[in-house]
């Protein structure tokens, strides 16, 4: 954690400079603009409060949100009365930023580092969104020229699973589309209920969990977008749709498959359009919510609303990736099984380093370092033998969902209500003897 807090002014900085001379906004100026202007987004800073929210008491979270919301709408207010559009989020900007400095200056001991540590990961939550935007950017000034028709051959071989989605989708309604529009954009809603879950007895104990959703979010929004600028794709209803401006192969999505090309190119592409398909990340990232709701941080079972939710979530993301042509079937696979390997990387820290883990993470490297190489270079392959391509594609998925499985959930105990209140009230016990001893020890004899 120190080390990502201490990292961030000088990515923030580095991102700032390399805006400079392009069309688009740093993370500074986004980050300005949370404080004194217009937040580019009303949800994102609301979830890195309520993130920083879990570090303190009750008392103190109800004054933080009604300080917050206060500003919000004397914001907004002024807004409104001066023409602009409705928008909120500073209020929840400043009262995070407020929220540290008061820890650091006003607290101490364990409340000043619980404080300390959930702000933290509120601001990096926030600080991640504004990387992420600029990373976007970044995207489409280095690669010019885009791999779609690569990967739509690829995708031949799990049936173009993006034009059927985009079937259904248009056969099921406004409504639905609405339901599935909103679940796609406030993954970080959902990503909050569980994180929020996940560190409720933080204050309470004093210790934090080992592992929890937070931290595999942060390192796939760290790793993932770095395979954009390696293998650049749009997605369907771009290069192959009506959006792509004049610049896609054919007004294919999703009424038509467009034929096979034995003799693929990369194909140029507009200045403004991310490329920001492989792997899909909100398929990572909306798989590692549901893993993370099977289990509380104890291992004891989750309850059941926290899994419903996690399963619709995931299935609502998918659907809403391909059924509005944001991605290609591949791209979810891909997505898939970054999320696998990194969750690898992070779960059970306790365990340690283990042959377990270390075959697993390679395993899972391999696959997906696989996977692209096929995608690019056997694309034409997996579009004239689809079934056998297809077979492999998803049997290799499954290899790695079944070793996730095998290695982090089968045999392991489902610890009873009664055996996690024990130890959380043994773990607090321990800690408030430590600090006994502590003080006697730093106490003058008598």
Not at 225 to 235: A, D, E, K, R, S
């Amino acid at each position: 954690m120190v080390a990502a807090v201490a990292a961030v002014p000088v990515l923030l900085i580095a991102l700032q400079l390399g805006s400079i001379g392009h069309d688009f906004e740093g993370p500074l100026g986004s980050l300005w603009h949370d404080y004194v202007g217009t937040p580019k987004s009303m949800s994102v800073p609301w979830a890195g409060l309520v993130l920083a929210l879990v570090g303190i008491s009750q008392r103190r979270r109800m004054i933080a949100v009604g300080i917050a919301a206060g500003i919000d709408a004397v914001w907004a207010s002024i807004r409104l009365l001066s023409g602009a559009s409705f928008a909120i989020g500073n209020g929840p900007t400043i009262v995070l930023t407020g929220l540290a400095l008061v820890a650091v200056f006003r607290w101490r001991g364990v409340e000043r580092r619980n404080a300390l540590h959930a702000a933290a990961l509120g601001a990096l939550l926030v600080l991640a969104t504004k990387v992420g935007d600029v990373w976007l950017h970044i995207t489409v000034v280095s690669r010019p020229q885009v791999y779609d028709v690569y990967v739509a051959l690829a995708d031949h071989a799990l049936g173009d699973p993006s034009w059927v989605m985009g079937r259904v989708v248009d056969a099921l309604g406004p409504a639905v589309y609405a339901v599935l529009h909103w679940v796609y954009i406030e993954l970080p809603v959902a990503a909050i209920v569980v994180a929020v879950w996940q560190l409720r007895r933080v204050v309470s104990t004093g210790l934090w969990p080992t592992h929890y959703l937070v931290r595999t979010f942060l390192v796939l929004g760290l790793l993932g977008p770095v395979i954009y600028v390696i293998f650049p794709v749009v997605g369907p209803m771009f290069a192959f749709g009506a959006d792509g401006h004049g610049l896609q192969v054919g007004n294919f999505w999703p009424g038509a498959i467009p034929p096979v090309d034995r003799n693929p190119a990369t194909m140029p592409f507009d200045a403004y359009t991310p490329r920001n398909c492989m792997p899909s990340m909100h398929t990572a990232w909306a798989l590692s919510v549901f893993v993370h709701t099977r289990r509380d941080t104890d291992g004891s079972r989750a309850p059941l609303w926290l899994r419903c939710l996690g399963a619709f979530w995931l299935l609502a993301t998918l659907t809403a990736t391909l059924g509005f042509g944001y991605h290609y079937g591949v791209d979810l696979v891909a997505g898939a099984v970054l999320c696998l390997t990194v969750e690898s990387v992070l779960r059970d820290p306790e365990r340690g380093w283990g042959w377990f883990r270390v075959r697993l993470v390679l395993f899972g490297a391999a696959i997906l370092g696989a996977l692209l190489l096929a995608f690019r270079y056997l694309a034409v392959s997996m579009a004239e033998y689809p079934v056998l391509a297809g077979t492999v594609v998803l049997a290799l998925l499954a290899a790695m969902a079944a070793a996730f499985h095998a290695t982090w959930f089968a045999g392991v105990p489902v610890s009873a209500p009664e055996e996690r209140i024990r130890s959380d009230h043994d773990a607090a016990q321990r800690l408030s003897s430590s600090s006994r001893i502590s003080l006697t020890r730093s106490s003058p004899s008598r």
